[in-house]
C-alpha cells in the first residue's frame, strides 16, 4: 500500500526510460519524476537502466579542487590576519573615555595597548594562527591518503 505517492505504472517505466535515455542523472529523474531516488533506484534496476557516473565523479573531482583552493585563501588570509594583528602588540593604541558630566569623549593615544589589550591581540593571533594550521593539516591528511596503500583487516586475524 502506497503511502502518499501513486504506485510505480508502466508510465513510470516509460518516463524513466526516456529520462535515462536523455542523459538525466538518477538524482535529476528522481526530482523530475517526484519518487525518492531509492524507488528510481530500484526500478532503474528492475528495468536493467545503468547510469553513467562520468558526470557526477568529474564533478565530485572539480568541487574537491574548489575546495582546496578555498582553503589555501583562507589559510593565507588567516596567516594575514595574525601578522597585522601582532604588529599592532607594540604601536601606538588609541584609547577614548565618554568624559563625566558636561564634558564630551576624551581620546587618549598610548604609546603601547596595556596588557589585557595585548592578551586580547595575541588570543587573537593565536586563534587565526591555529585556524590556519588546521587547515594546512587538513590539506596535507587529504593528500596522504591518496599515497599510501590501505590496510584491511579482515577479522580472521590477517591484513591485506
Known amino acids: 500500500m502506497s503511502r502518499g505517492r501513486p504506485q510505480w505504472s508502466a508510465a513510470d517505466d516509460q518516463t524513466l526510460t526516456a529520462l535515462h535515455g536523455e542523459g538525466v542523472s538518477q538524482h535529476e529523474a528522481a526530482r523530475r519524476m517526484d519518487r525518492s531516488r531509492s524507488t528510481v533506484y530500484r526500478a532503474s534496476a528492475r ?3 545503468t547510469w553513467d557516473r562520468a558526470a557526477t565523479q568529474a564533478a565530485v573531482a572539480a568541487k574537491a579542487v574548489d575546495n582546496d583552493a578555498t582553503r589555501k585563501a583562507l589559510e593565507s588570509a588567516l596567516l594575514a590576519e595574525a601578522q597585522t594583528t601582532l ?3 607594540h604601536q601606538p593604541a588609541a584609547y577614548f573615555a565618554l ?3 558636561g564634558r564630551g569623549p576624551v ?3 598610548a604609546p603601547e595597548p596595556t596588557p589585557i589589550d ?3 591581540l595575541m588570543q587573537t593571533a593565536g586563534i587565526a594562527i591555529d585556524r590556519a ?3 594546512a593539516n587538513h590539506q596535507r591528511d587529504t593528500t596522504a591518503t591518496e599515497d599510501y596503500p590501505r590496510v584491511i583487516f579482515t577479522g580472521e586475524g590477517e591484513l591485506q
Do not use: F, P
Open 87 to 89: 604588529a599592532q602588540l
Open 47 to 49: 528495468l536493467g537502466l
Open 133 to 135: 594550521l588546521k587547515i
Open 99 to 101: 568624559g563625566g558630566k
Open 118 to 120: 595585548k592578551l586580547r
Open 107 to 109: 581620546e587618549h593615544t
